[in-house]
């Protein structure tokens, strides 16, 4: 990998408020998922999930569980084939009312102070990057956690789900 990969990587990491101190970590997971692909995608998800207990640590309720909102398995379908270039030319890959709609079931399940509060937001990879992408303008705040980041010991429960 070059040196600008890994800064790249390290960037989009800060972007999403995700703590860089622990480099030994994300430099090793940098290393597995260059051999298999360089994809800046496939580089930041490895990063995160190798740093997944560091992650979730800040979330966790006093009880230890973690309380998301989970996301409609067409949605992140969606979310997938948009990115991946999988949408035929001359369409829009995602529509302004498809992030609405995000928008709308996220205030639904979290509530009108969605955007004070921080929600965390549960959906696979390689679409809970773009997911994050998509909503950070409107919830700097917001929370995308996929499954890998979330250690096994760790208790998932769901407020709901948006569809």
């Known amino acids: 990998m070059s040196l600008g990969e890994v800064q790249k990587v390290l960037q989009q990491l800060l972007r999403e408020q995700v703590s860089i101190r622990d480099l030994p970590s994300i430099l090793e997971s940098l290393l597995d998922t260059a051999s298999v ?3 800046p995608v496939l580089l930041v998800e490895g990063a995160r999930q190798a740093l997944g207990r560091a992650l979730v640590h800040p979330l966790l309720s006093d009880d230890g569980g973690l309380r998301v909102v ?7 379908e969606q979310l997938t084939r948009a990115f991946s270039g999988q949408v035929p030319a001359g369409t829009a890959a995602i529509e302004p009312s498809f992030v609405h709609r995000i928008l709308e079931g996220l205030k639904k399940l979290v509530g009108e102070q969605v955007r004070m509060a921080t929600p965390v937001v549960f959906c696979g990879t390689p679409a809970r990057f773009h997911l994050r992408r ?3 303008p409107f919830l700097p705040k917001v929370v995308v956690l ?7 010991v760790v208790q998932v429960q769901s407020l709901g789900t948006i569809r």
């Open 134 to 136: 998509l909503l950070e």
């Open 70 to 76: 989970t996301l409609d398995p067409e949605i992140e």
């Open 146 to 152: 996929s499954p890998g980041e979330i250690p096994a």
């Open 37 to 39: 692909s360089k994809n």
